[in-house]
T-cell receptor, first 113, second 115 residues
Framework: KAGVTQTPRYLIKTRGQQVTLSCSPISGHRSVSWYQQTPGQGLQFLFE???????NKGNFPGRFSGRQFSNSRSEMNVSTLELGDSALYLC????????????FGPGTRLLVL | GQQLNQSPQSMFIQEGEDVSMNCTSS?????WLWYKQDPGEGPVLLIA?????ELTSNGRLTAQFGTTRKDSFLNISASIPSDVGIYFC???????????????FGQGTILTVHP
């Protein structure tokens, strides 16, 4: 089975712009979680989607949003980018509701200038 | 946000030595996971633990779910150079809606193995 894929792998944006990141979960996985990883804060939970519904959201401003499609693929969007949004954004998929064994993709490295 | 307390922060060892690291929390967790992350890549799942007291092995790796549900341990035996990387513990609390899909991570243990 192919693993979790994320596109793009690298991205450079300037302050004020917006960005959309994509995640394709492992085939058959319906739960997708997103995390932000920075040297200072470590891995922080952004949100989780299951069956196209956001079920949980971490402590991030409203500039961070996401969605999930009927094929379980997910996107996250960050609007009005700030320098502090520079991070590795990780997507993880889980096979079914109630199981928390998550499998991560390679991440998207976002640099905001 | 909440973090797990993972120690040590870094380890420098000789090839062939055994390694131990642990994770503690003030809260109870229902699932403990251990991941390894290489530079520029996403975390790779090593071991998943689902029951208090559970001891699980994956090759040279052994992990345990603490009996209090507030800690977990990872041991690596006979380390080799490819064990180099950052090891993370992660926990999941079963707390209804606010816990869906949310893992809480430790700050990581940086492992360096000298040949």
């Amino acid at each position: 089975k192919a693993g979790v894929t994320q596109t793009p792998r690298y991205l450079i944006k300037t302050r004020g712009q917006q960005v959309t990141l994509s995640c394709s979960p492992i085939s058959g996985h319906r739960s997708v979680s997103w995390y932000q990883q920075t040297p200072g804060q470590g891995l922080q939970f952004l949100f989780e989607y299951f069956s196209e519904t956001q079920r949980n959201k971490g402590n991030f401003p409203g500039r961070f949003s996401g969605r999930q499609f009927s094929n379980s693929r997910s996107e996250m969007n960050v609007s009005t980018l700030e320098l502090g949004d520079s991070a590795l954004y990780l997507c993880a998929s889980s096979p079914r509701q109630g199981t928390q064994t998550q499998y991560f993709g390679p991440g998207t490295r976002l640099l905001v200038l | 946000g909440q973090q797990l307390n993972q120690s040590p922060q870094s380890m420098f060892i000789q090839e062939g030595e055994d390694v131990s690291m642990n994770c503690t929390s003030s809260s109870i967790f229902n699932t403990w996971l251990w991941y390894k992350q290489d530079p520029g890549e996403g975390p790779v799942l090593l071991i998943a633990l689902y029951k208090a007291g559970e001891l699980t092995s994956n090759g040279r790796l052994t992990a345990q779910f603490g009996t209090t549900r507030k800690d977990s341990f990872l041991n690596i035996s006979a380390s080799i150079p490819s064990d180099v990387g950052i090891y993370f513990c992660a926990g999941h609390r079963d707390a209804g809606g606010t816990s869906y899909g949310k893992l809480t991570f430790g700050q990581g243990t940086i492992l360096t193995v000298h040949p």
